[in-house]
């Protein structure tokens, strides 16, 4: 190698860390100049809180999201200060929020850092569907809306009652729902989604599978015979195979009959937020047109 | 006090000896050669000398001091070596060390960890450049040398070390003949002059008989004959100890044996 | 130019690199810190997270360099780096294993020594896979390399895998696969100062050793060196010092490859003078590419190790191709 080279290297490694370095910077808001009563600032670093705070109309309040909230349309104009429980800490620095409010940490000691800067950090659970609506009255209350969060639970505490039906265990179809191909995976017991697929009437699988959301081999789905597949891919590269080209699953009942079904929007079975009672209704719906095409 | 003193050494690798029951005594001054059949002990002779294998029986003295409680370093400063063939580090492209750099290795036993080469070992590297002829090639990697030049520029290593014994293993082993002559002329010149001690290890009977005071043959890791070359090479010695046909004659000009293949 | 007048010189304009790439890194990143605004009370919280972050570049560029250096001397092999070699993969496991064991509270030399423990048990293996007799051969050495590697990845990927099912912290435990800079405890950062001080410290004594073992260990044994006490001596402090680096920023790449033959290409061989300046060097690059990890996404960061391996990579291909055509076995 000669020497030029090496100095070429040095001047393209410096020259993208000056291009780095003088783009995408934003303004420290020193923290000094907060008054009292000035509006609450927001971060949310999980879609499922960006939509609470949406429904709970503070979404003027909102100065920054994760890259993973996408819901409603208007969250795509907020600043992204980081990933889904990876924030940027500098950003987060930068616009010196108030309240911090994430599901998950990639790294708990991230919360320190953050606390020391001054914000506030609120970790929520959302585990099942009773801890998504609880959060709601626990966001509610950090953001000073304690009492339209509750009218709002209340709301969806009364739908979700509404859409959970009795149905004795022999008639619940059994459903099986398909959360990524590679490597075939779903939820068990724990898990909101199972919750949903128990209140609308039907019987999971995987219930039993010990761990929340985990990973399920094909022989075990082809030995539950589901009567219902949902496809529910969460990343966006997956795509739906054909099922019945699948090794061994072409004696499914669920294949055999027709009863994969992808048309439910996986966001409202698969993102704890408020919508999930949207999905919970549509779930309802679909297993009660199965049984009564079973009664037929 | 003679330059080395080897007595009854026995020594090897794990518990097999190599050397039985050797004892040889080289005085200063002396050009002595080693012989003998392949896998006869002689490059562990030079190990043990050097301090590099631990003797299992016997002892070793260099200058009247014995092996085992001399500091690797000052064993260097006593004894240096030329080995057969040098496997240099490889390094990407010509970076590699200078002719120059690898010389001034020759002075490690005299420089402290962190000090640099002062100018008594610069005049040591120099001088020794100029003996072994490499000052031409002085700020070429060493890399890019011939084999010949190469192994000039281990010598000049070696003679940098400034030592009064010299301890050559094979030294012009992969070398043309006029590689071989001048190297050990070289030597010779060093042992007249400076009065060097050198022993050597040669596989050619012919260069050992040309230029050896004396020679000693080693046989399955014993001393089988010491002497000058023209009471030590003849055909019968040389049946008993390489188990070889040879016809011993005399060089035209210097008087001295030669060995000549006897085909059976 | 003598090796002392090299030396100095290199030291003068790396020193004065590593200051200035140091003040760069305190204003570079997606927060706004004016020139004028380092010292004030108002981007101190910042300030102070960039020197710190700024601080573990310097001295995980520096160990992984001089590691690199060690390995290269000691193996006589001018591929060897700690990464290429599976040094840092064991050590990536020692480390993991105390995180997920839950030893890290234990104190900040917990992981740091699991590492270096690690670290220790991958040199031994890939030095005694690829010695055949006396000799260590260029290219089994790389092949016991990738060997060890691939073993030690795959039990890395095995915790993560045993710790998903679990729903614990996989995610830093991933993301530190591909090593950052970022600084989440102080204590790491002191414990990896410590341990890489002391390792460069140690090496800057071994560095005519270096040299001498670049002819071989035989005529290096005739020079008065202790050829089997220091080759152990200087695995133990490149195994330190890889340890150290790993346990506080993860697998950062082609550090040890890069930087020693950057430097050499301008000062030549001698390790008196490539050691103490590849730590220079190597803290000025990591420091850089940090600000370009911080800096070259509108948020967020990019792992470093992606930074390092995309140059390190090609780099690699072509000394392997030098090392074909050119070197002298």
Redesign the interface.
Known sequence: MKQWMLWAAVAAIVTVAIIGTVSHQVPVRPRTDRAEGDPLRLVSLSPSVTEILFELGLEENLIGVSTACTYPDEAADIRRVGDMGAPDLELVQAIAPDLLIATSFRDTEMVRVIEATGAEVLLVDQGCLDEVVDSIRVIGRAAGHEERAANYAQGLRARIEEATVTVPEGERPRVFVELSPQPLSTGAKGTFLDDLIVRAGGSNIAHDMGTPWTRISPDEVVAHDPEIIIIAYMMDGDTQQSLERRVGWGRVSAVRTGWVIDTIDEDLIMRPGPRLVDGLEELGDLFRRYREQEQQ | MNALEIRDLTCGYGDEPVIRGVTLEVSRGEFLGILGPNGSGKTTLIRAVTGLLEPMGGEVLIEGADVRRLQPREIARRVACVMQDTAIAPAIGNLAFSVREIVGMGRTPYLSRTGWATDEDRRAVADAMQLAEVEHLADRAITELSGGERQRAFIAMALAQGCDTVMLDEPTNHLDIAHQIGILDLFARLNEREGTTVVGIFHDLNLAAEYCERVVLLKDGRLAESGPPAEVFTADVIRSVYGAEVIVGTSPSSGRPHVFVGRG | M???QKLARGIIILGAALVVSFG?AL???????PVR?LFSE??A??VR?RAARALLGIIVGAGLSVSGVILQ?VL???LADPYVLGVSSGAGVGAALAMLAGLAAMGAWVVPGAAFIGAVLAILLVYLLAREGK?VP?YTLLLAGVIVNSVAGSFLIFLVHTTI???E?L??VM?WLLGSL?V??PGRVIAAGAAVGLGVLIT???T?DL??????E??A??????VERTKKLLFVVASLVTGAAVAASGLIGFVGLIVP??V???V???N?VLVPLSALAGAV?LV??D??A????????LPIGVITAF?GGPFFL??LR??RR????
Do not use: M
């Open positions: 003598t090796g002392g760069w204003i570079a990143g997606h927060a706004r810190v605004g108002q981007y919280g910042l997270i001397g006589r092999n001018p000799a260029v099912a679990r729903g912290g995610h830093s993301w970022q989440l405890e800057l004594f071994f005519r040299n001498v073992l670049s002819i071989g035989e005529p044994a005739h020079l008065g060196l202790r033959h950057g050499r290409l301008v030549g061989p001698d008196k690059f850089i590419a600000i370009i911080r800096t070259i996404l509108p948020a967020g960061e140059l072509y000394l030098r090392q050119g070197g002298v076995q």
